[in-house]
């Protein structure tokens, strides 16, 4: 009798345990999303447009976790590597778009290959996508399209009587009656040395705008750095540096310093990415100088010289990881984010920075100055030079070329040998 | 007329010389404070100190609440705290293993493991991450704790080791024909008698730890175990940071540091000159 008892009792059991997991499969399984992210802060610009998406989708999604680790830039690449050697890939990566990264990563097989025509109709710009690219085959979406410009103080220039300068020339004269003023003309972020081969590649691609890319990258190639283009605009960036245009130990200057030197009213410019255009919506900022920030296109005449051309790349973006557990919830997510209304939208309504996409049809009128600026800039662009010359090459071609930039502007070694030492490095 | 001799000139120079000295240590810790309760545009004013409009408790709030310091905290404290215990520990067994006794390989193994002490953290990172990821342990708080003990050992033994040489064998040995065992010898008699040491050991382990991020950084993934270094991460963006809660995070990380110097700081010079005579 007590058997039986205890027989119906755990068939009853048996039976509901069935249902249950008969409802659990109906509905869909639980799934955790890995996201590595170079967007430490989640709470402003990028990596709180980052987060409102995820937030977003998990709410779209209940079944879907995201879980993010983000590290900063140097710290990133570092642990990168370890998770490439290990067995834990994260499923979605922040990738950059540049042979010295990019390249190593996708031969190691760590990136999905992405299908481009799953993103046909996300309107990316023409070109945003290159970066992304080996072999014919996508591996990764572009986040951003970033721009280098001049930022200016407009009530400063008014107050004193200041143009923006249509040339080089005027742009040098002006630099030195704002020094006579008592102000820095242009506040560089020299020390992350970056800027500086960045200002070197603007003055490249406007006094050239032909095909720089691939000009430079066959440079890289061969060590020949001739190019009538190339060795002028590396004595221009030595010339500015010795007139005074950048601010006194703009090679220890770094990125919030030379920020703050403009926005504290202290420089009358600030030579940018636009990305910057934050700098506008930023409460921080006292009113009179944050309602005064617009930018400019670096001028630069000659022969060849292309006044419209711009110096803009697509540096950051995103990836999804080959041996990802969660490959298809992965790449769900990815196609999540880029549609426009996600990562453009976000982006540009917050003034944050400019995406990969088209994101003039989200001009809503109400946005910044400094943003109308961008746009149309963007509009105008005869030639866009890409990826600029130290995010060419290899890894150790970004180390030497960073190094002797600086070493050039600070003018401890000359034209002839800044190029003799990236000659040396053909090949490698 | 006694109290007048007290001040003599040479006294009055010491006197000044010191207050300066203290001056110049603390005054990081004030320009921290200090930047901490300014708004991140502020900071960059020229001037050694700033004079902020209005003072930004909401700094500390921002750091406690978005930095996740609570959290981490306990992570740290807990890390922390084990690890010491752990290389106090083994410090001292080994120590003992080596200089009292007597066995063919006792300088060799002693030597090896000094020779910790020369190998930087950044060698190891690669090839310890793919050994904890082979066993599972990344993301565990044992991924921190093992690297943690690891690295602290050889300095712990350096200074352990030193000081146990200037203790007279004799006492162990009177120990002993009183019937003592070699655990109850280890206990009752040494470690006591070790106690100036094992401060200094504990203070430095602690002190080394608590900032560390390479490795917390390469072996952790999760908020579950990260420590406080990572409050400070939190507020780093892509290019320009809010510097002015960082500041708070680091007074609020710092907080902790500057107490258990405090209390035992009187023992630290102490342990180390001892230790150092004969080591």
């Not at chain 1, 799934?31 to 992210?37: A, D, L, Q, R």
């Not at chain 1, 009213?265 to 919506?281: E, L, P």
């Not at chain 2, 390469?218 to 510097?243: C, Q, R």
Request: glycine share 6%; net charge negative; proline share 4%.
């Amino acid at each position: 009798m007590k058997a039986r008892k205890l027989l119906s009792v755990s068939m009853a059991a048996a039976a509901a345990l069935l249902t249950m997991s008969a409802t659990a499969m109906a509905e869909e399984e639980p799934v955790t999303i890995k996201v590595f992210s170079n967007n430490p802060d989640r709470t402003a610009d990028q990596g709180l447009v980052e987060q409102t998406i995820f937030d977003a989708y998990m709410e779209e999604h209940p079944n879907v976790t995201i879980e993010v680790e983000a590290l900063d830039d140097e710290a990133y690449k570092t642990k990168f590597k370890a998770y490439a050697a290990g067995s834990e890939m994260p499923d979605l990566v922040s990738v950059w778009g540049q042979p010295g990264f990019i390249d190593e990563v996708i031969d190691a097989g760590v990136l999905a290959e992405l299908n481009p025509e799953d993103f046909a109709d996300y309107g990316f710009l023409e070109g945003s996508l290159d970066g992304f690219s080996g072999d014919g085959k996508l591996y990764g979406l572009a986040r951003n399209t970033d721009v280098i410009v001049v930022y200016y103080n407009a009530k400063m220039f008014e107050d004193n009587g200041w143009e923006v300068p249509a040339t080089y020339e005027e742009f040098l004269t002006l630099a030195d009656t704002i020094n006579e003023a008592g102000f820095i003309p242009v506040a560089m972020d020299g020390g992350d040395k970056w800027p500086l081969y960045i200002y070197l590649y603007d003055l490249m691609n406007k006094k050239d705008g032909t095909d720089l890319m691939q000009k430079t990258l066959d440079a890289i190639a061969s060590g020949d750095y001739s190019d009538l283009a190339f060795i002028e605009a590396a004595d221009m960036l030595r010339e500015a540096a010795e007139r005074g245009v950048f601010q006194i130990g703009f090679e220890t200057t770094d990125y919030g310093t030379a920020q703050n030197l403009f926005t504290n009213g202290q420089a009358a410019m600030y030579y940018m990415g636009s990305w910057d255009m934050s700098m506008a919506t930023n409460m921080d900022i006292p009113d009179e100088i944050r309602e005064n920030i617009r930018c400019f296109n670096l001028p630069v005449n000659g022969e060849n010289a292309d006044p419209l051309a711009l110096t803009a790349w697509n540096g950051g973006g995103y990836s999804v990881t080959e041996n990802s557990a969660n490959k298809e919830a992965a790449l769900d997510l990815l196609k999540y984010m880029f549609l426009p209304e996600n990562w453009t939208r976000i982006a540009w309504e917050n003034g944050v920075c400019m995406s990969a996409q088209d994101f003039s049809q989200f001009a809503t009128g109400n946005e910044t100055e400094v943003q109308k600026q961008l746009m149309d800039m963007v509009a105008e662009a005869t030639a866009i030079s890409g990826t600029s010359i130290g995010d060419l090459g290899t890894s150790e071609y970004k180390t030497v070329c960073e190094d002797t930039v600086q070493q050039l502007a600070i003018g401890s070694i000359t034209t002839e040998e800044f190029w003799a030492g990236l000659s040396a490095l053909a090949g490698k | 007329m006694e109290k007048k001799r007290h001040f003599t000139p040479g006294k009055i120079v010491m006197w000044i010389i010191l207050a300066v000295f203290a001056v110049i240590q603390i005054f990081p810790l004030i320009w921290l404070v200090n930047h901490s309760l300014a708004n991140n545009n502020e900071m960059f004013t020229s001037g050694i100190l700033v004079m902020p409009e209005t003072i930004r408790w909401d700094n500390y709030v921002t750091a406690f609440v978005d930095g996740h310091f609570l959290l981490y905290l306990r992570n740290s404290l807990l890390v922390n705290i084990l690890a010491v215990v752990l290389v106090l520990l083994f410090s001292v067994m080994m120590a003992f293993a080596c200089t009292r006794m007597h066995w063919k390989l006792s300088g060799v193994v002693m030597g090896l493991i000094l020779m910790g002490m020369m190998i930087p953290i950044h060698a190891t990172l690669l090839p310890n991450y793919i050994i904890y990821d082979k066993l599972r342990l990344t993301d565990t708080l044992w991924a921190l704790l093992i690297p943690y003990v690891a690295f602290s050992l050889p300095q712990g033994l350096f200074l352990t080791s030193g000081f146990m040489r200037s203790i007279p064998k004799e006492i162990e040995e009177a120990a002993v024909i009183d019937g003592c065992g070699i655990y109850r010898v280890i206990g009752v008699i040494i470690f006591p008698m070790l106690k100036t040491s094992l401060v200094t050991v504990a203070i430095m382990t602690f002190l080394n730890n608590w900032n560390e991020f390479m490795m917390a950084m390469t072996y952790l993934s999760s908020p579950t175990w990260k420590t406080l270094p990572f409050s400070v991460l939190e507020f780093t963006g892509i290019y320009a940071s809010n510097y002015a809660v960082q500041f708070a995070v680091m007074a609020l990380t710092a907080a902790p540091m500057v107490i258990v110097y405090l209390c035992l700081s009187k023992y630290i010079t102490e342990g180390v000159a001892m230790g150092a005579v004969k080591g």
